[in-house]
């Protein structure tokens, strides 16, 4: 196979994620675990290595770049040798299931979100000197919040008197959002939950997106597709419903709201679950019928409610961004 049959088909695996993990997610489990074993992962180089080495070498010279960030598994081996000598800085972007991939550039400053993290890159050969654990770091509009719920809502023309569910599906609209969405509104709109909103994020899910907006509701709906401005709407949320995806976990916690968390996708978002819900900072289903009961009776406990948001921010890192920027002016400046 030549190079560019190489380039093309490595391109098309990557477009192929949102459909997986959308039917298949049992698939996406298997790909993880077998590229985590050594011969996974040297089969993985082996085929796909230098292509991105070679994307890295020529992203580098167009970009006249001063060092290499990584914030993606697949690229840190290849790093190693595409970076050319450059300071390498990995971000690891999983807050708690490493695979070891992320340690493929053993040479480099590694920033973790957690001390999970940073025990799993260690185990995987990362010499603790190269690990600092800051948190993960997130867009600036996380950073600081000047709005209150009510005040977000009036914004988005929402009712600010209504509870406004958030639900999301990442940028896929995984997680079995439908029928989660028709017990939740069949089975937790019911007494006082009847009054809230549900805002449902599609996400780039056109076929969700049709379906729900095609549907007729027990209460009001506001329907978004791929939202740039997802903090606003994080904001305004009385509770978010979620599967556990590391940036949205960690976005949710930096805005203090309560999470109804779903199945996690095989692999890294496995070891999410527990780190939300044994801090208290959410609750977990694992079928849509566990949806709608766990979501009537969040809305329905308002001091607990309040009690898992407040948990939620104390597990905030809002100086993760400044931090990591530091980091990498530092080794720079080393250089």
């Not at 993990?21 to 011969?39: E, F, K, N, Q």
């Not at 001390?115 to 997130?138: C, K, N, S, W, Y």
């Not at 809230?196 to 709906?221: D, H, K, M, Q, Y």
């Not at 960690?250 to 968390?261: D, M, Q």
Request: charged share 20%; aromatic share 6%; hydrophobic share 45%.
């Amino acid at each position: 196979v030549n190079g560019g049959r190489i380039d093309a088909f490595a391109d098309r695996v990557v477009t192929w994620y949102d459909a997986v993990i959308r039917h298949a997610p049992w698939l996406w489990g298997v790909a993880y675990r077998l590229t985590a074993i050594p011969g996974g992962t040297a089969a993985y180089h082996a085929v796909y290595g230098r292509t991105v080495a070679d994307r890295i070498r020529r992203a580098i010279s167009l970009a006249g770049a001063s060092a290499v960030v990584s914030v993606h598994p697949l690229c840190n081996r290849a790093m190693a040798v595409g970076a050319d000598g450059l300071p390498c800085a990995v971000i690891v972007t999983d807050l708690v299931d490493v695979h070891p991939f992320w340690a493929g550039h053993p040479g480099a400053r590694h920033v973790v979100a957690t001390p999970e993290a940073a025990g799993a890159l260690a185990h995987f050969g990362v010499a603790p000197g190269r690990i600092t654990t800051i948190g993960l770091p997130l867009r600036p509009a996380f950073a600081r919040i000047d709005h209150t719920a009510r005040e977000m809502r009036q914004r988005l023309g929402l009712d600010p008197d209504r509870d406004v569910v958030l639900f999301m599906g990442g940028g896929a609209g995984a997680g079995d959002m439908e029928a989660v969405l028709r017990a939740c509104d069949r089975d937790s709109r019911a007494g006082d939950a009847a009054t809230a909103t549900f805002v449902i994020v599609c996400g780039r899910n056109e076929a969700l997106r049709t379906s729900v907006e095609s549907r007729a509701w027990r209460g009001p709906v506001r329907v978004l597709g791929f939202e740039p401005a997802i903090h606003e709407w994080m904001i305004a949320a009385t509770v978010i419903v979620t599967k556990p995806g590391s940036m949205t976990v960690a976005e949710s916690l930096a805005v203090g709201r309560p999470i109804l968390l779903g199945p996690p996708l095989p692999g890294q978002e496995e070891g999410n679950v527990p780190l939300v819900v044994d801090s208290g900072a959410g609750l977990a289903y694992r079928d849509a019928t566990g949806a709608s009961e766990a979501l009537r009776a969040m809305l329905s406990d308002r001091s607990a409610l309040w009690e898992m948001g407040q948990r939620g921010l104390r597990m905030r890192r809002g100086d993760a961004t400044e931090r990591v920027l530091d980091i990498v002016q530092s080794m720079v400046l080393a250089a």
